[in-house]
């Protein structure tokens, strides 16, 4: 399966597990690159990563809550970073309850592909599809 972690750490070759807020190291994965995306974007101080997304449908679509006007402008407006794209295969990842698309990863994996994100903005206003 494809899938999607963003970055603000260009020349990655094989993506690490880190600590963040579970039990134990893992590599934060994606199936879809608009939620790899949010990643670039942080809002709060790291090491804590949060973006207001939900999901509708049967999880499937992401589902972005400005907070308030002109936050998801003020938040990645000018910010660059890297969608890296690794190939996995279904036991090198867990799915994640909370999360539909998310897909930790325990055991480092080799980055086959990467997206240099000049503007994530841009990227968002460009790239996908917003309503309100």
């Known amino acids: 399966m494809i899938l999607y972690h963003g970055s603000n750490t260009g020349n ?3 993506l690490k597990p880190n600590q963040a807020d579970h039990d134990r190291p893992y590599v934060y994965m ?10 670039l974007c942080n809002a709060v101080e790291r090491p804590y990563y949060w ?3 939900g999901f509708e449908g049967n ?12 936050a998801l402008k003020e938040v990645s407006e000018g910010v660059s970073g ?4 690794v190939l996995a295969e279904e036991n090198q990842v867990i799915p ?3 999360i539909p698309c998310a897909r930790p990863a325990a055991e480092p994996i080799e980055v086959t592909d ?3 994100i000049e503007n994530a903005y841009h990227l968002f206003m460009n ?3 917003w309503t309100t």
């Open 12 to 14: 990655i070759k094989v």
């Open 30 to 39: 994606t199936t879809m690159d608009v939620v790899a995306a949010f990643y």
């Open 51 to 53: 973006f207001p997304y």
């Open 59 to 70: 999880g499937d679509i992401p589902v972005y809550h400005e907070l308030y006007p002109n």
């Open 82 to 85: 890297y969608i890296y794209e």
């Open 96 to 98: 994640f309850k909370n």
């Open 114 to 116: 990467c997206i240099r």
């Open 127 to 129: 790239n996908y599809l």
